[in-house]
């Protein structure tokens, strides 16, 4: 089944914005656009429900209900039970407030496992604890290719490790890792595993429950909805880790990692890309499925079309002396993530595409130890060029014009 790129462009107000038109988005990896479904849901908080939720006046009850709904409808997208989700201001911000309730969990002796080849969201939190005095372990990636290898994770793991924190796909590599894979070995060795999403998300919402993941996160800014961060941790690991909300919201697991009151509106507005998924599976299978069918058809489809727009860009680059290629050269084995060494900064390649209509970034884009792993200096920097379904193919044709001229 081919994507009706027609049908989703039109879920997009961004595409019909005067000033963005003849431009095309490479640097989704930073964020994407934002789906209309989510626009709505938002306005209409801000402009209906904008009092405390969960009062019995009207206007309360139903800004409540709104809440609950984004929690429901995407915990049964990612297979998992509704109070295992939870929503923070950001993956930052909530990998954080984890921490340091692993801190207090450990006992003398034990150990966590952590990667370089993560966004510093994912690595620098759990990095700090050594600090109070707990031993972290890395797991290195090949600094030729930049990929993690699970039986190097294997020679790390012991009985005293206890968690495994490594990304599902990084920012700059763009390789997609065995996660169910890996989390087997894990459980195998009696340690959790906290894996971080943000970069895979956007490519299609996973099955958390298939992958066997511990913990799962993710932004929601990321998968074409509002500044939040998506939170999973499975029951069993989440009511033993010690609560970091008030004292009386210990019993409930959503709320336990979530210290501060939530941004209700943006809580409100996730359900809008539940309606964005249920939109796009309409239009493209109709029928009846559960949600986590529904989301892993949707999943497949985005992939499929991903897939058939990175090639290209990757046997272009495959054939251009004057740039290096981060990560796998096969379009079935990363994420539309691509970055690229040049002989310019980063930040200089993405200036001069602007002129052709190619909106790209440049830099290091947080991912300094993947970067420094692989003898890539952060002040250089990379070019990354990252999309996702919504990107066609005359999107391609303008980049690889583009990257003609600059190259």
């Known amino acids: 089944m081919q994507l009706d790129l027609d049908f989703i462009r039109q879920q997009f107000p961004a595409f019909d914005v005067p000033s963005l038109d003849g431009k095309s988005f490479f640097e989704n990896a930073g964020g994407s656009y934002t789906c209309a479904q989510v626009q709505e849901r938002l306005f209409r908080f801000y402009r209906e429900r904008k009092v405390q939720p969960y009062a019995p006046y009207e206007a309360s009850r139903l800004g409540g209900e709104e809440m609950d709904e984004a929690r429901l409808r995407l915990a049964a997208m990612l297979g998992v039970q509704t109070d295992e989700l939870s929503f923070g201001p950001s993956t930052t911000q909530n990998t954080y407030v984890l921490s340091q309730a692993v801190a207090q969990w450990l006992e003398p002796g034990q150990s966590i496992i952590v990667t370089n080849q993560d966004h510093e969201a994912n690595s620098g939190p759990w990095r700090r604890l050594a600090e109070r005095g707990i031993t972290v372990k890395e797991w290195r990636i090949n600094p030729e290719t930049g990929l993690l290898d699970p ?7 012991g009985d005293d490790v206890r ?33 971080d999403g943000v970069s895979y998300a956007p490519h299609g919402f996973p099955n958390v429950d298939a992958l066997g993941a511990d913990i799962y996160l993710f932004s929601a800014y990321k998968t ?46 996730c359900a809008g890309m539940a309606d964005y998924v249920d939109a796009v599976h309409a239009h ?22 991903e897939v058939k727009l990175t090639q290209p860009i990757l046997d272009y680059l495959a054939a251009k002396n004057s740039a290096q290629l981060i990560g796998p050269a096969k379009a079935e084995d990363r994420a539309p993530t691509i ?45 990354r060029l990252s999309f996702v379904h919504y990107t066609g193919r005359e999107d391609v044709d303008r980049l690889l014009n583009a990257l003609d001229h600059i190259l």
């Open 151 to 157: 039986q190097d994770l294997q020679a790390l793991l």
């Open 163 to 195: 968690m495994v924190c490594f990304p599902h796909c990084s920012n700059v590599v763009g390789a997609v890792n065995p996660v169910a894979q890996i989390t087997a070995m894990v459980r195998a060795a009696g340690a959790y595993s906290c894996v």
């Open 224 to 269: 074409y909805g509002p500044h939040q961060g998506v939170m999973v941790i499975r029951r069993e690991l989440g009511m033993s880790l010690p609560n970091q909300g008030h004292y009386f919201n210990a019993h409930s697991l959503y709320k336990r990692f979530t210290p501060a009151g939530p941004d209700h509106a943006q809580v409100a507005a």
């Open 284 to 305: 493209h299978f109709g029928g009846e499925a559960s949600p986590a069918l529904r989301c892993a058809q949707v999943h497949d489809l985005f992939r499929a079309h």
């Open 339 to 383: 970055a690229i060494k040049l002989q310019m900064s980063g930040e200089k390649a993405a200036e001069k595409l602007v002129p052709f209509g190619v909106m790209a970034g440049g830099g290091d884009f947080y991912a300094v130890r993947p970067l420094e792993a692989m003898n890539i200096s952060p002040e250089h920097g990379v070019l």
